[in-house]
């Protein structure tokens, strides 16, 4: 188990709550300004209805969206979308995780990561898939200590600093994996 590196209290990992929100959009206004996302236009960063709306749509459809909080701080967030729209995607999802930039480093999302696996495999997803800034070392090494395998690279798919990046593509099993086949749809589902 990862050590926590912090110097007080203990690091929560819960559901995240509409009294989250300022803080989740902070961490993530900050990675598009700063971090590994510097550069690019914050047009698209969402708005706390936004967000409150997205949250409420994740718990409609059991996708975990997760916070990592320390004396009622959040450090950072995790959650999941569905990989793909059609049916036949259903039991994949794609993860984002974001931390804030002064706990970077400190076990915060490798808590948050394992929280993310052990909820979306609780909840009949078979495989989760990320794209990870190919400079992003950290990001990529805390990803392979969990199980994730790299399966694509995407050559200067993102425009930022001036010049081209490229992306990761990493995917992992969860639970039964694709060892055996889903359970059968209910019928109010077909």
Not at 4 to 14: C, M, P
Request: with cysteine; hydrophobic share 40%.
């Amino acid at each position: 188990m990862e050590q926590d590196n912090l110097k007080t209290g203990a690091i929560v990992i819960r559901p995240s709550q509409d009294g989250d929100i300022d803080a989740m959009l902070a961490i993530y206004r900050r990675h598009i300004r700063r971090g590994v996302e510097e550069g690019v236009a914050d047009d698209g960063a969402p708005e706390p209805d936004d967000l409150r709306e997205r949250r409420k749509n994740f718990k409609n459809r059991r996708l975990p969206h997760l916070v990592a909080t320390m004396d009622g701080q959040v450090l950072g967030y995790a959650y999941v979308v569905p990989f793909r729209k059609r049916p036949a995607y259903r039991y994949t999802v794609k993860h984002s995780i974001y931390i804030h930039h002064e706990h970077v480093g400190q076990g915060v999302g490798g808590r948050l990561i394992g929280a993310l696996i052990d909820a979306c495999a609780a909840a009949g997803f078979r495989q989760m898939i990320g794209y990870i800034d190919a400079d992003n070392a950290a990001s990529l090494a805390l990803h392979e200590r969990v199980g994730f395998a790299r399966v694509g690279h995407l050559p200067a798919v993102a425009y930022r600093y001036g010049r081209w990046a490229d992306s990761v593509m990493v995917q992992r099993s969860l639970g039964p994996g694709a060892t055996t086949p889903p359970p059968p749809l209910p019928l109010s589902t077909r």
